[in-house]
Each structure stands twice: as C-alpha cells, then as structure tokens.
C-alpha cells in the first residue's frame, strides 16, 4: 500500500495511528454507510456495532438514531446475529459457552430461548463428536477422566452431558 490509507489492525478501516486525531464528521462515508459496510461482512450485534461506530462519532444519539433505523430496516438483527454466531460456534462449544458470549453482546435471555432450547436439543451430539476429535477413547483412570471432563467443560458442554458421554 501508498501513502498513510493503511488498513487498522481489525481491517474495519483506514488506520488512524499517526494522526493523533478522532475522525471528524464530515470525513468520509456516513454512519449509516460505515454499518451497514460492516453488516455486509457478517451480521453484528446492536452492541457491538455501537462500539465499532463509536469510533468515528462523540454523538452516542446519533449512533441510536441510525441503529434504530437498521433495525427497523431489517439490515441489523440481534436474532439473525444470534444464529449465526451459534451455527458457528456450535461444532466446537457447548451452549453454555455459546449462550454466554451471545449475552456477553448484550442479547436478553429472552431473547435467546428459542435458540437455547435447540442448542440443548444436539448438545449430546456435538459433545460426542468433539470428545471423539480430542480423545476418540474412554478414560483408562480417574486422573484421565479429570482430564477429559475438564476439557468439555472448558467447552462449555454441561456436567450431566459430560457424565453422560465418559460414564457410557
């Protein structure tokens, strides 16, 4: 690359490190452009947009303002944000884990029933397949079933799951 338009280290944008300055206002493509190039490359939370557009607006109103109409223009949802981030993650965690980070990015409880309950519903499965990727056979004695058990808790699989696939 020329010239000081170098990509931020998060490869969200231009990198401001030398100009010791936020960006103005003026500079550059809106709000709403900034968003909605991000929600072009995967979906986002409302929190974590807000965070991210934080950065080039001192207004928190006018980031309301123009999340509010993503919202309501269907551009940005907490639910689609919530699927995704699950189909992604539910291969390698257990729902504890994936419901945690999904809260984490402000996402209600209630909101994250409907996918809880699915979670919970291939929990087993998706255990199974990541102990037998890891491990593939039985703890031979207690010091290796600590081992095992503490790995697909570290995942986020829940201890009854867990009992459930070593005790077998």
């Known amino acids: ?13 231009p990198s401001r490190r030398g100009s010791g300055a936020r960006p103005g206002a003026g500079s550059g493509p809106s709000l ?3 968003a909605v190039a991000y929600l072009s490359r995967r ?4 929190q974590e947009l807000r965070r991210k557009l ?9 980031i309301e303002a123009v999340l509010d109409e993503l919202a309501r223009e269907h551009w940005q ?9 699950a189909h992604r993650a539910a291969a390698r965690q257990g729902a504890q884990r994936i419901l945690g980070a999904l809260r984490q990015q402000g996402l209600a409880d209630d909101e994250l029933a409907g996918l809880r309950d699915s979670l919970r519903a291939t929990e087993a499965d998706r255990a199974r397949a990541v102990w037998q ?8 004695d207690p010091r290796e079933y600590a081992r095992q058990y503490r790995f697909m808790a570290g995942r986020g699989f829940s201890a009854d799951c867990i009992r459930r696939l070593l005790d077998r």
């Open 54 to 62: 934080s950065a080039w607006c001192d207004d928190p109103a006018a």
């Open 77 to 85: 949802s907490d639910q689609r944000y919530a699927q995704a981030y």
């Open 43 to 46: 979906e986002h939370s409302r």
């Open 133 to 140: 990727r890891k491990f593939g056979q039985p703890p031979a």
């Open 1 to 13: 690359m020329s010239g000081g338009d170098a990509a931020s280290p998060d490869g969200d944008g």
């Open 32 to 34: 709403k452009a900034r």
